[in-house]
């Protein structure tokens, strides 16, 4: 019983949102869960929370113009310019149309400036991510569903319309459920789980997901024509199927292939010496996709497959709704993907948090990370996660701050609606079981096999 007089005090300034300590309702859960502190609701805790869930709002109003702004605006323009190749490529990767790349490096990484708390990385398309997207692709969408037959003839031709269509819908829905997964694992404060994810799984899975890449650019290479493959032991199948064909290898697509990468090789080790010295790095993939291979691919006989991309539409799309009915088919594989995009992400946040001295919020990534993925479902992006070499670069180049991916987006922005048309031709023991389980089970059961067979050693470690 409380003495006399001593009643319930009304929170200062009579506060709406001002509840009894023993009720359970939203503020108990953000107490909970860390977002408030035990202090009454107020305006000054609303505030924090905004602040946490939007940090530009904390960073913004203190940013040094005169000491960063140059810097970021070089840093911009560079990581830009990488996203146009990279953002094309990884788009074949994930089985969509070109322009999707695009889209996809544009929406989210706007979306990011906004939430992420990392000053360096570079968020958008991510070759392991893509690899892991197309495998999604080849085995629910394949080729085979979208063959029409030939008037007159017992022959089919490939729609590639109509498949490029479904797929895009499947991808997106894809995305959405991503963002979904890493906002609500966000949201329950599951940030801790990237410390189960140890160094070595996460570099014997990209690593095994990089030599998959290479094994699916190799048709691109040859300049012949292979049947996709999915599920266990695909890489192998494929691999296969590309020897058997090497002996109708397209010429003109191989050498022009080799000169190119010749040229990127030896442009990007220039680059490295004389670093000191450039103000930016050449922009070597821009050059040889639109002077070099997009000229050389109109004269090849016969084309080359990668001759003649699609037109990239030189337009932004409206929103479109997800097919929820794919959902179930793809939540496996948008689990997989969220963990896998996040634990790059926040790894490599990590690594320049500490080499610059300040710290990145692991929960609020993962929301971000959600944000960018969920609302960039809706405008046909596939999934994003952080990019090794983009991350370099923007770091290298003078960027400190996100100020650096708002001109990269808008890069991007300029080279949809402008611009587009000039593109249209163009512990080892872990390590070790993660790396053969990727290659033998395709990405998303490696993942699988690879977090149980890490949790294990841990188990046994504890118990031993």
């Not at 074949?92 to 360096?120: D, E, I, M, N, Q």
Request: proline letters at 7%; hydrophobic letters at 45%; glycine letters at 10%.
């Amino acid at each position: 019983s409380r003495p006399p007089g001593q009643g319930r005090t009304l929170p200062r300034h009579g506060s709406p949102c001002s509840s009894p300590p023993d009720s359970v309702g939203p503020e108990s859960f953000l107490l909970s869960r860390g977002f408030l502190t035990p202090s009454r609701c107020s305006c000054a805790a609303a505030k924090s929370l905004l602040f946490r869930f939007l940090p530009i709002l904390s960073w913004l109003p203190r940013y040094p113009f005169r000491d960063w702004l140059l810097g970021d605006i070089v840093s911009g323009f560079s990581v830009g310019i990488m996203h146009l190749p990279q953002g094309l490529a990884y788009a074949l990767l994930a089985g969509v149309p070109p322009v999707t790349g695009l889209y996809s490096s544009f929406y989210p990484v706007f979306l990011y400036v906004l939430f992420g708390t990392s000053r360096h990385i570079s968020v958008g398309p991510f070759a392991v991510i893509s690899v892991m997207i197309g495998s999604v692709t080849g085995s629910l969408m394949p080729d085979s569903n979208f063959m029409d037959p030939v008037n007159g003839t017992n022959e089919t031709v490939l729609n590639e319309a109509r498949r490029d269509s479904a797929r895009v819908e499947l991808v997106a829905t894809l995305t959405i459920l991503v963002g979904i997964f890493q906002i609500a694992l966000g949201m329950l404060q599951f940030g801790f789980v990237v410390t189960y994810l140890s160094e070595p799984l996460v570099r014997g899975y990209t690593t095994a997901a990089a030599v998959q890449v290479l094994v699916s650019q190799l048709k691109y290479v040859f300049g012949v024509e292979v049947a996709e493959q999915s599920g266990p032991l695909s890489m192998f199948a494929v691999s296969r199927a590309q020897l058997g064909q090497v002996g109708g290898t397209n010429v003109g697509a191989l050498v022009t292939s080799l000169i190119a990468m010749a040229a990127i090789l030896a442009v990007k080790m220039l680059s490295a010496k004389f670093a000191s010295k450039l103000p930016m790095p050449i922009p070597i993939e821009l050059i040889t996709v639109r002077r070099g291979v997009s000229r050389t691919a109109r004269h090849l006989e016969p084309p080359a497959p990668w001759a003649g991309f699609p037109s990239l539409g030189c337009r932004m799309k409206p929103p479109m709704a997800p097919n929820v009915s794919y959902f179930g088919q793809v939540v496996g594989n948008a689990f997989a993907i969220a963990v896998v995009g996040y634990a790059i992400c926040i790894s490599l946040g990590k690594i320049f948090a500490l080499k610059h001295g300040y710290k990145v919020n692991s929960n609020q990534e993962l929301i971000a990370l959600g944000i960018c993925n969920f609302v960039g479902g809706f405008f046909q992006c596939f999934s994003i996660s952080c990019s090794m070499s983009r991350t370099l670069v923007q770091e290298t180049t003078g960027g400190n701050s996100q100020v650096a991916g708002v001109i990269a987006s808008l890069v991007i922005l300029v080279t949809i609606l402008k611009i587009g048309q000039l593109f249209q031709d163009l512990p080892k023991l872990i390590w070790l079981v993660t790396f053969v389980a990727t290659l033998l089970l395709n990405l998303d059961m490696g993942l699988g096999v690879s977090v149980a067979f890490a949790l294990l050693t841990v188990i046994f470690r504890t118990q031993l």
